[in-house]
């Protein structure tokens, strides 16, 4: 009786654990070599729709922008982004899709380099999304976002084209909430500093 | 007696996994406040030698600085360093002290920023470690460091002052393997690519 207990217990566990999603752990590496993700943000915009191929001559192979914008569009509540230069279209065009899906989108970026030509940060605005920035001398250097408050998205990449085409930089996912716990509170914290409120005009 | 197997099982089990240690697991945020790492380094050059206190007026508390420094002191065989920007002194003394310990130091960086003023770049060549660069368009813009082949420390800091004592950064510390290889493997790629047998001379 105990024999069977036991192996009944351990085909209970295995099936529990199976049923339980693996948390996403992976690493992206740049340069990402120039690719047409027009597909991907079509269909994403209009989920079902008879997306018309783009005629582009650019490759359309998954590489780490795609797989960085598609792990971005799983978002369903919440999507909250602390970066110091923000200047990528596609990332952009990806970040509007989430705000008219209803996601809730928050920036935290860097004063300084908000401004920046191709700067995605004023088109973010012009459509509702919040953005907060620093007074700080120091720069808002973090590169991360977090998608429904439970992965994690992190590294040396700053979201701009020269980055995701031409240097080396890395990216991690991370699910482990002993990772995602403190970069959650660290926006939270952040993102109440930068309140307009707070701001100085001189 | 099918019972006292499965007991005996589970106790076997659990001191297993208590003689196991914990893979870390850290999340280091910055600005880290000026603070004097003087006894930090100095106890690590000359472990057990009388160490005199530094005079400087700077609080000596713990911080994500001398948690940084303590985790890189923590080599015992190998440190791989991938770094756009080298410039703090305490963490060029740090690596400097590893060397002369014996321990096999490699650094990879960028060729535009090693000139930076203040850049420890030169000073770790003349004492001998090795040190390669990009001759690329692009930046070498990862900022990891590889404990051992085990420890992987990775974020958007770069190591110079100014970032950590003025800049909004993270650092995370990670021992998970599916992590740590495709780090390591990226540090081999880019060390071999970087050979300076690869230089070209205009």
């Given at each position: 009786?105990?024999?069977?207990?036991?192996?009944?217990?351990?085909?209970?566990l295995?099936?529990?654990?199976r049923?339980?999603?693996?948390?996403?752990?992976?690493?992206?590496?740049?340069?990402?070599?120039?690719?047409?993700?027009?597909?991907?943000?079509?269909?994403?915009?209009?989920?079902?729709?008879?997306?018309?191929?783009?005629?582009?001559?650019?490759?359309?192979?998954?590489?780490?922008?795609?797989?960085?914008?598609?792990?971005?569009?799983?978002?369903?509540?919440?999507?909250?982004?602390?970066?110091?230069?923000?200047c990528?279209?596609?990332?952009?065009?990806?970040v509007?899709?989430?705000?008219?899906?209803?996601?809730?989108?928050?920036?935290?970026?860097?004063?300084?380099?908000?401004?920046?030509?191709?700067?995605?940060?004023?088109?973010?605005?012009?459509?509702?999304?919040?953005?907060?920035?620093?007074?700080?001398?120091?720069y808002?250097?973090?590169?991360?976002?977090?998608?429904?408050?439970?992965?994690?998205?992190?590294?040396?990449?700053?979201w701009?084209?020269?980055?995701?085409?031409n240097?080396?930089?890395?990216?991690?996912?991370?699910?482990?909430?002993?990772?995602?716990?403190?970069?959650?509170?660290?926006?939270?914290?952040?993102?109440?500093?930068?309140?307009?409120?707070?701001?100085?005009?001189?």
């Open positions: 009786l105990a024999v069977a207990l036991a192996l009944a217990a351990a085909v209970a295995a099936a529990w654990r049923r339980r999603p693996r948390p996403v752990r992976e690493v992206l590496f740049f340069p990402s070599p120039p690719s047409c993700t027009e597909s991907l943000l079509a269909e994403a915009a209009e989920p079902g729709a008879a997306v018309r191929p783009c005629p582009c001559p650019l490759p359309r192979g998954d590489c780490s922008l795609s797989r960085l914008l598609r792990l971005l569009l799983s978002a369903r509540r919440s999507l909250d982004i602390c970066l110091f230069a923000f990528s279209p596609q990332l952009g065009r990806a509007q899709l989430l705000h008219r899906r209803g996601v809730r989108v928050r920036v935290v970026t860097d004063a300084q380099y908000m401004g920046l030509r191709g700067s995605q940060i004023g088109l973010l605005r012009h459509v509702g999304i919040q953005v907060r920035h620093d007074q700080e001398d120091g808002m250097h973090h590169k991360f976002a977090i998608v429904d408050r439970k992965m994690l998205i992190t590294g040396s990449l700053n701009t084209t020269q980055a995701i085409q240097n080396r930089e890395n990216v991690l996912v991370v699910e482990d909430a002993e990772y995602v716990e403190p970069f959650l509170d660290e926006f939270e914290r952040i993102w109440e500093e930068y309140n307009p409120t707070n701001y100085r005009y001189f």
